[in-house]
Antibody, heavy 118, light 109 residues
Framework: QVQLQESGPGLVKPSETLSLTCTVS????????WSWIRQSPGKGLELIGY???????NYNPSLKSRVTISVDTSKNQFSLRLSSVTAADTAVYYC????????????WGQGTLVTVSS | QSALTQPASVSGSPGQSITISCTGT?????????VSWYQQYAGKAPKLMIY???KRPSGVSDRFSGSKSGNTASLTISGLQAEDEADYYC?????????FGGGTKLTVL
Protein backbone atom coordinates (compact mmCIF):
# COMPACT_ATOMS: atom_id res chain seq x y z
CA GLN A 1 0.00 0.00 0.00
CA VAL A 2 1.41 3.34 -1.07
CA GLN A 3 1.84 5.87 1.73
CA LEU A 4 2.73 9.52 1.41
CA GLN A 5 3.99 11.92 4.06
CA GLU A 6 4.39 15.66 3.72
CA SER A 7 7.10 17.55 5.59
CA GLY A 8 8.16 21.16 5.80
CA PRO A 9 7.67 24.41 7.73
CA GLY A 10 4.21 25.20 8.99
CA LEU A 11 4.81 28.95 8.98
CA VAL A 12 6.15 31.04 6.11
CA LYS A 13 6.57 34.80 5.97
CA PRO A 14 4.90 36.85 3.24
CA SER A 15 6.99 37.23 0.06
CA GLU A 16 9.11 34.21 0.98
CA THR A 17 9.14 30.76 -0.60
CA LEU A 18 7.06 27.86 0.67
CA SER A 19 8.91 24.54 0.44
CA LEU A 20 7.41 21.11 1.11
CA THR A 21 8.62 17.57 0.53
CA CYS A 22 6.58 14.41 0.13
CA THR A 23 8.10 11.02 0.89
CA VAL A 24 6.62 8.02 -0.91
CA SER A 25 6.75 4.57 0.69
CA UNK A 26 5.25 1.19 -0.03
CA UNK A 27 5.33 1.63 -3.78
CA UNK A 28 7.37 2.73 -6.73
CA UNK A 29 7.78 6.40 -7.49
CA UNK A 30 7.84 5.44 -11.14
CA UNK A 31 4.17 4.46 -11.40
CA UNK A 32 2.19 7.63 -10.77
CA UNK A 33 2.08 11.31 -11.48
CA TRP A 34 3.08 12.93 -8.20
CA SER A 35 0.86 15.84 -7.33
CA TRP A 36 0.40 18.73 -4.96
CA ILE A 37 -3.12 19.82 -4.04
CA ARG A 38 -4.12 22.50 -1.57
CA GLN A 39 -7.24 23.40 0.37
CA SER A 40 -7.69 26.86 1.83
CA PRO A 41 -9.50 26.97 5.19
CA GLY A 42 -13.15 26.11 4.67
CA LYS A 43 -12.70 25.92 0.91
CA GLY A 44 -12.46 23.34 -1.83
CA LEU A 45 -9.57 21.50 -3.44
CA GLU A 46 -7.15 23.11 -5.88
CA LEU A 47 -4.61 21.21 -7.97
CA ILE A 48 -1.26 22.98 -7.85
CA GLY A 49 0.49 20.68 -10.29
CA TYR A 50 2.12 17.32 -10.83
CA UNK A 51 5.32 15.71 -12.05
CA UNK A 52 6.25 12.40 -13.60
CA UNK A 53 9.47 10.60 -12.84
CA UNK A 54 10.90 11.80 -16.14
CA UNK A 55 10.70 15.30 -14.76
CA UNK A 56 7.87 16.45 -17.00
CA UNK A 57 5.50 18.77 -15.16
CA ASN A 58 2.03 20.26 -15.44
CA TYR A 59 1.12 23.31 -13.39
CA ASN A 60 -2.13 25.10 -12.62
CA PRO A 61 -2.07 28.14 -14.93
CA SER A 62 -3.07 30.44 -12.07
CA LEU A 63 0.02 29.44 -10.07
CA LYS A 64 2.44 28.54 -12.85
CA SER A 65 4.65 31.60 -12.51
CA ARG A 66 5.35 30.83 -8.85
CA VAL A 67 5.44 27.01 -8.73
CA THR A 68 8.21 24.47 -9.12
CA ILE A 69 7.68 20.76 -8.54
CA SER A 70 10.68 18.45 -8.62
CA VAL A 71 11.32 14.77 -8.00
CA ASP A 72 14.24 12.87 -6.46
CA THR A 73 13.77 9.25 -7.48
CA SER A 74 16.80 8.11 -5.47
CA LYS A 75 15.05 9.22 -2.28
CA ASN A 76 11.47 8.39 -3.36
CA GLN A 77 10.60 12.03 -2.74
CA PHE A 78 9.07 14.90 -4.63
CA SER A 79 8.94 18.54 -3.64
CA LEU A 80 6.97 21.76 -4.00
CA ARG A 81 8.30 25.29 -4.05
CA LEU A 82 5.86 28.19 -4.17
CA SER A 83 7.47 31.60 -4.32
CA SER A 84 6.31 35.07 -3.28
CA VAL A 85 3.63 33.76 -0.96
CA THR A 86 0.84 35.87 0.48
CA ALA A 87 -1.87 35.22 3.05
CA ALA A 88 -3.98 33.80 0.22
CA ASP A 89 -1.56 30.86 0.06
CA THR A 90 -2.44 29.79 3.59
CA ALA A 91 -3.87 26.30 3.19
CA VAL A 92 -3.56 22.62 3.95
CA TYR A 93 -1.18 21.21 1.36
CA TYR A 94 -1.61 17.60 0.30
CA CYS A 95 0.69 15.46 -1.77
CA UNK A 96 -1.05 12.80 -3.82
CA UNK A 97 -0.40 10.04 -6.32
CA UNK A 98 -2.34 10.48 -9.52
CA UNK A 99 -3.15 7.53 -11.76
CA UNK A 100 -1.54 7.89 -15.17
CA UNK A 101 -4.45 6.10 -16.84
CA UNK A 102 -7.49 7.16 -14.81
CA UNK A 103 -6.32 10.67 -13.86
CA UNK A 104 -7.68 10.02 -10.37
CA UNK A 105 -5.84 10.83 -7.17
CA UNK A 106 -5.51 7.36 -5.72
CA UNK A 107 -3.27 8.04 -2.74
CA TRP A 108 -3.07 11.04 -0.45
CA GLY A 109 -0.80 12.26 2.30
CA GLN A 110 -2.38 13.37 5.56
CA GLY A 111 -1.88 17.02 4.64
CA THR A 112 0.11 19.77 6.29
CA LEU A 113 -1.15 23.22 7.24
CA VAL A 114 1.02 26.05 5.99
CA THR A 115 0.25 29.49 7.36
CA VAL A 116 1.60 32.61 5.68
CA SER A 117 2.10 35.28 8.31
CA SER A 118 4.75 37.65 9.54
CA GLN B 1 -10.44 26.74 -15.97
CA SER B 2 -13.63 27.18 -13.92
CA ALA B 3 -14.49 24.86 -11.08
CA LEU B 4 -17.11 22.19 -11.62
CA THR B 5 -20.50 23.06 -10.12
CA GLN B 6 -21.80 21.02 -7.21
CA PRO B 7 -24.69 21.74 -4.83
CA ALA B 8 -23.40 23.20 -1.58
CA SER B 9 -25.33 20.71 0.49
CA VAL B 10 -27.58 17.69 0.30
CA SER B 11 -29.26 15.69 3.01
CA GLY B 12 -31.05 12.42 3.50
CA SER B 13 -32.30 10.05 6.12
CA PRO B 14 -30.69 6.71 6.94
CA GLY B 15 -31.60 4.09 4.39
CA GLN B 16 -32.50 6.60 1.70
CA SER B 17 -30.59 7.30 -1.50
CA ILE B 18 -29.10 10.64 -2.46
CA THR B 19 -27.47 11.93 -5.61
CA ILE B 20 -24.85 14.65 -5.88
CA SER B 21 -24.49 16.33 -9.25
CA CYS B 22 -21.33 17.73 -10.77
CA THR B 23 -21.79 19.99 -13.78
CA GLY B 24 -18.93 20.90 -16.06
CA THR B 25 -18.56 21.74 -19.71
CA UNK B 26 -17.84 20.10 -23.04
CA UNK B 27 -14.15 20.75 -22.32
CA UNK B 28 -14.00 18.60 -19.20
CA UNK B 29 -16.81 16.33 -17.97
CA UNK B 30 -18.41 16.17 -21.39
CA UNK B 31 -15.24 15.22 -23.23
CA UNK B 32 -13.58 12.66 -20.99
CA UNK B 33 -14.69 9.63 -18.99
CA UNK B 34 -12.15 10.64 -16.38
CA VAL B 35 -14.38 11.88 -13.58
CA SER B 36 -13.51 10.92 -10.03
CA TRP B 37 -15.20 11.46 -6.67
CA TYR B 38 -13.66 11.96 -3.24
CA GLN B 39 -15.02 11.70 0.29
CA GLN B 40 -13.51 13.97 2.93
CA TYR B 41 -14.17 13.93 6.66
CA ALA B 42 -13.43 17.07 8.62
CA GLY B 43 -9.73 17.44 9.26
CA LYS B 44 -8.85 14.42 7.13
CA ALA B 45 -7.42 13.87 3.67
CA PRO B 46 -9.79 13.13 0.80
CA LYS B 47 -10.37 9.48 -0.13
CA LEU B 48 -11.00 8.23 -3.66
CA MET B 49 -14.50 6.74 -3.96
CA ILE B 50 -15.14 6.59 -7.73
CA TYR B 51 -12.83 6.83 -10.74
CA UNK B 52 -13.37 6.78 -14.50
CA UNK B 53 -16.98 7.86 -13.90
CA UNK B 54 -18.30 4.52 -12.65
CA LYS B 55 -15.49 2.42 -11.19
CA ARG B 56 -15.00 1.76 -7.47
CA PRO B 57 -11.58 1.18 -5.92
CA SER B 58 -11.15 -1.98 -3.93
CA GLY B 59 -12.65 -1.60 -0.48
CA VAL B 60 -15.21 1.07 -1.36
CA SER B 61 -18.77 0.05 -0.57
CA ASP B 62 -21.02 -0.82 -3.51
CA ARG B 63 -23.53 1.63 -2.03
CA PHE B 64 -21.50 4.26 -3.89
CA SER B 65 -22.02 4.52 -7.62
CA GLY B 66 -21.21 7.01 -10.35
CA SER B 67 -22.68 7.98 -13.68
CA LYS B 68 -22.47 10.66 -16.34
CA SER B 69 -24.78 12.24 -18.85
CA GLY B 70 -23.48 14.93 -21.14
CA ASN B 71 -21.64 17.56 -19.14
CA THR B 72 -22.98 16.36 -15.78
CA ALA B 73 -21.59 13.59 -13.61
CA SER B 74 -23.38 12.21 -10.59
CA LEU B 75 -22.53 10.34 -7.41
CA THR B 76 -25.29 8.25 -5.86
CA ILE B 77 -25.15 6.86 -2.36
CA SER B 78 -27.78 4.25 -1.61
CA GLY B 79 -28.79 2.91 1.79
CA LEU B 80 -27.53 6.08 3.44
CA GLN B 81 -25.64 5.54 6.71
CA ALA B 82 -24.54 7.93 9.42
CA GLU B 83 -20.90 7.33 8.48
CA ASP B 84 -21.56 8.75 5.00
CA GLU B 85 -21.86 12.25 6.46
CA ALA B 86 -18.90 14.07 4.92
CA ASP B 87 -17.89 16.44 2.16
CA TYR B 88 -17.80 15.10 -1.39
CA TYR B 89 -15.79 16.48 -4.28
CA CYS B 90 -15.89 15.66 -7.96
CA UNK B 91 -12.91 16.05 -10.25
CA UNK B 92 -12.50 15.91 -14.01
CA UNK B 93 -9.60 15.66 -16.39
CA UNK B 94 -9.71 18.49 -18.90
CA UNK B 95 -6.88 17.84 -21.28
CA UNK B 96 -4.02 20.00 -20.16
CA UNK B 97 -5.66 20.74 -16.85
CA UNK B 98 -7.67 19.18 -14.04
CA UNK B 99 -10.58 20.77 -12.29
CA PHE B 100 -12.35 20.07 -9.00
CA GLY B 101 -15.89 20.82 -7.95
CA GLY B 102 -16.56 23.18 -5.07
CA GLY B 103 -17.67 20.34 -2.80
CA THR B 104 -20.97 19.16 -1.37
CA LYS B 105 -21.68 18.70 2.31
CA LEU B 106 -23.79 15.60 2.90
CA THR B 107 -25.85 15.59 6.08
CA VAL B 108 -27.45 12.38 7.29
CA LEU B 109 -30.57 13.41 9.18
Amino acid sequence: QVQLQESGPGLVKPSETLSLTCTVSGGSIFTYYWSWIRQSPGKGLELIGYIYNSGSTNYNPSLKSRVTISVDTSKNQFSLRLSSVTAADTAVYYCAGRSIVAASFDYWGQGTLVTVSS
Amino acid sequence: QSALTQPASVSGSPGQSITISCTGTSSDVGSYNLVSWYQQYAGKAPKLMIYEVTKRPSGVSDRFSGSKSGNTASLTISGLQAEDEADYYCCSYAGSSTVFGGGTKLTVL
